[in-house]
């Protein structure tokens, strides 16, 4: 069982950056990929970016490659997203996932999944 809570959204002016914070609970934190997803009103929950259990691969939506970035600190139980050059389409509730399945881009394939943290870009 792993818990998650993430942390750092807020409202931000386009152009700007925010860092999104993922802590999860249990030893078992460092055996899993993780996910983070975004859910903007009357959308689908989305794929953001992925980093498989070491941090030795990543991976990213076409949307944001070359703004955010994906990293984790498995001493610290905790997974990051750093995110540059919002645009007010990247306004969403952002979601961070745990999870062993191959297919990291779509959501079977994570297992355990935080409440979310909003994310506002104003233009």
């Known amino acids: 069982q792993v818990l998650l809570v993430e942390s750092g959204g807020g409202l931000v002016q386009a152009g700007g950056s925010l860092r999104l914070s993922c802590a999860a609970s249990?030893?078992?934190?460092?055996?899993?990929?993780m996910g983070w997803f975004r859910q903007a009103p009357g959308k689908e929950r989305e794929f953001v970016a992925h980093?498989?259990?070491?941090?030795?691969?990543?991976f990213y939506a076409a949307s944001v490659k070359g703004r955010f970035t994906i990293s984790r600190d498995n001493a610290k139980n905790t997974v990051y997203l750093q995110m540059n050059s919002l645009e007010p389409e990247d306004t969403a509730v952002y979601f961070c996932a745990a999870g062993s399945g191959t297919n990291y881009n779509t959501r079977r394939a994570y297992d355990y999944w935080g409440q979310g943290t909003q994310v506002t870009v104003s233009s």
């Open positions: 980093i498989s259990w070491s941090g030795g691969s990543t």
């Open positions: 249990g030893r078992a934190f460092r055996l899993y990929n």
